[in-house]
T-cell receptor, first 112, second 113 residues
Framework: GESVGLHLPTLSVQEGDNSIINCAYS??????FIWYKQESGKGPQFIID?????DKRQGQRVTVLLNKTVKHLSLQIAATQPGDSAVYFC???????????FGKGTMLLVSP | NAGVMQNPRHLVRRRGQEARLRCSPM?????VYWYRQLPEEGLKFMVY????????ESGMPKERFSAEFPKEGPSILRIQQVVRGDSAAYFC???????????FGSGTQLSVL
């Protein structure tokens, strides 16, 4: 289940489950969104992106859904594996030049 | 095809010293961004540069911090007279242009004693 820890929200799942990580963004003018995965001691790694003219985009085992009405973004990971354990950040781009604004992140813990 | 290269990986400084962090973007990338991350927090934008130009430095403290991306060589983030509050992970990212995805380096962990 999902819980709020001292600093980062944490989602704990079993290996093989599907995971859904949610993100609420703040600016209705944002029109480009990216999900990043960050493992301990490493830099953020690009997962998938979506532009505001789309509602859904699929990659390998990952799907991003965008609901502009409620300013909500989600990342779905199918058949979650222990290697998916990391902190996941959503980032938004608010028009103009590409200065990404990052959310606080969600820690995904996958148990074997 | 090397990714974004940052060095040093770890940097220890005493209060009052200077810290210089280096970033070489991916080949073919001319846009560089610096972000700072505190433990268990998201990345905070600091500065966005193109070759020889600072495009946006709205996230960078007005004093002690500076950044450059010269025509030749890596981008440098310079922190003068470091204080303990500067301790953080500093990440560099690069892209091919505006509104394209950013690729991040492994970061420099700065520790101020």
């Amino acid at each position: 289940g999902e819980s709020v820890g001292l600093h980062l929200p944490t989602l704990s799942v079993q290996e093989g489950d599907n995971s859904i990580i949610n993100c609420a963004y703040s600016n209705s003018a944002s029109d480009y969104f990216i999900w990043y995965k960050q493992e301990s001691g490493k830099g953020p790694q690009f997962i998938i992106d979506i532009r505001s003219n789309m509602d859904k985009r699929q990659g390998q085992r990952v799907t991003v859904l965008l609901n502009k009405t409620v300013k909500h973004l989600s990342l779905q990971i199918a058949a979650t594996q222990p290697g998916d354990s990391a902190v996941y950040f959503c980032a938004e781009n608010i028009g103009g030049y590409s200065t990404l604004t990052f959310g606080k992140g969600t820690m995904l813990l996958v148990s074997p | 095809n090397a990714g974004v290269m940052q060095n040093p990986r770890h940097l220890v400084r005493r209060r009052g010293q200077e810290a210089r962090l280096r970033c070489s973007p991916m080949k073919g990338h001319s846009h560089v961004y610096w972000y700072r991350q505190l433990p268990e927090e998201g990345l905070k934008f600091m500065v966005y540069l193109q070759k020889e130009n600072i495009i946006d430095e709205s996230g960078m403290p007005k004093e002690r911090f500076s950044a450059e991306f010269p025509k030749e060589g890596p981008s440098i983030l310079r922190i003068q007279q470091v204080v303990r509050g500067d301790s953080a992970a500093y990440f560099c990212a690069s892209s091919t242009g505006d509104r394209e995805k950013l690729f991040f380096g492994s970061g420099t962990q700065l520790s101020v004693l």
